[in-house]
């Protein structure tokens, strides 16, 4: 199944539009730094957090370098969700300039 990417351009300015931003990296490397705003949804618990994820609401999602985002964005779409992966991921994020948050919290 191909899920849609962006660039981290087109992150950035969906961010400012209100976009709901998933990041499926573990605790850890969640903590060490994300993109402002990123919900913490570990790969993982995708399928258990399935109802925390809004239907109807498109959902941009990011890791480190875009591989385990995209495999998040297959199984939501195959569930009926609408998925965006982030190419490049949070690294890409980072290489571009642009700041992070860190700590455990999404801003």
């Known amino acids: 199944m191909a899920i849609p990417e962006i660039d981290v351009d087109e992150l950035a300015l969906r961010i ?18 994300h993109v402002p705003g990123a919900i913490l949804v570990p790969l993982g618990s995708v399928p258990d957090r399935l109802g925390d994820l809004g239907v109807g609401t498109e959902l941009l999602l990011v890791c ?5 985002s995209m495999r998040a964005g297959e199984f939501l779409e195959a569930q ?17 300039g642009r700041d992070v948050v860190t700590g455990d919290q999404p801003s």
């Not at 400012?16 to 730094?33: H, L």
């Not at 480190?64 to 385990?68: F, I, K």
């Not at 969700?81 to 290489?95: D, F, I, K, S």
Request: proline content about 2%.
């Open 16 to 33: 400012e539009a209100g976009a709901v931003v998933i990041d499926v990296r573990e605790p850890d490397e969640y903590g060490n730094g």
């Open 64 to 68: 480190r370098s875009g591989a385990r």
């Open 80 to 96: 009926g969700r609408t998925a965006v992966n982030v190419a490049g991921g949070t690294l890409a994020w980072v290489a571009s």
